[in-house]
């Protein structure tokens, strides 16, 4: 890390190094850009898309190479990607389901990576055409800018393989059960903080959140 870059697992710690048991966390608003896609992730169309979202990231990182210098802006290290996933098909009830093994096809997610709180409105539709010019092929015009706040959300660190999840979620939902706490919505969210290239899989590092009431 560069001497005074900012770096989000320093100045975001409990966001994105939460502990591997489960706690209670209230997510404030963040901006971000975003896609929303559907089907197994192992595939070339999800794979367009994770890099359309690091290509928007990298354009806006990189505007003051540009000489464009916008108000607020301090570098950064580019924050890592996440996922908020559900089912195609109706999910049960109890979410039993998340134990359960899933088939891929049948996924829905919106992919996103945080950006930093300079990026106007203004600025991401600036980005957004600069990114399109330098990389036409990719499904740019598909890509939204958001500001989202989570709110209170149930967390912890899951470390292995995403086909292992289910034991994560197990402990979450025991914790809320014990707590008292109730899931606010089907979907839930995942932070990647590992490239799975480069990290064997029983120790890749992955944030997963639900929010609840």
């Not at 992730?41 to 505007?63: D, G, I, Q």
């Not at 607020?72 to 049960?92: Q, T």
Request: glycine letters at 4%.
């Amino acid at each position: 890390m560069e001497p005074g870059k900012l770096d989000y697992r320093k100045t975001d710690k409990r966001y994105y190094l939460p502990k591997t048991d489960p706690e209670v966390i209230i997510v404030p608003a963040f901006h971000f850009f975003a896609l929303e896609g559907e089907g197994d992730p192992n595939t070339e169309r999800f794979a367009r898309h994770v890099e359309t979202l690091y290509a928007l990231s990298y354009t806006l990182k990189m505007l003051p190479k540009s000489g464009v210098f916008p108000e607020g802006y301090s570098d950064y290290a580019v924050y890592p990607l996440e996922g908020v996933w559900s089912l195609k098909s109706e999910r049960r009830p109890d979410y039993s389901d998340l134990f359960l093994p899933i088939d891929k096809a049948n996924l829905t997610y919106r992919i996103m990576i945080r950006q930093p709180d300079f990026l106007t409105s203004d600025l991401a539709q600036d980005i957004l055409e600069r990114t399109k010019k330098k990389k036409p092929k990719l499904p740019i015009e598909n890509a939204e800018f958001e500001i989202y706040e989570e709110g209170r959300c149930v967390q912890m660190m899951h470390i292995g393989t995403y086909d292992e999840e289910s034991r994560s979620f197990a402990k979450m939902a025991e914790f809320c059960e014990s707590h008292g706490l109730v899931r606010r919505e089907r979907t839930h969210r995942e932070i990647y903080l590992s490239d799975p290239r480069k990290t064997p899989p029983e120790r890749m590092k992955t944030v997963l959140r639900w929010r609840i009431l």
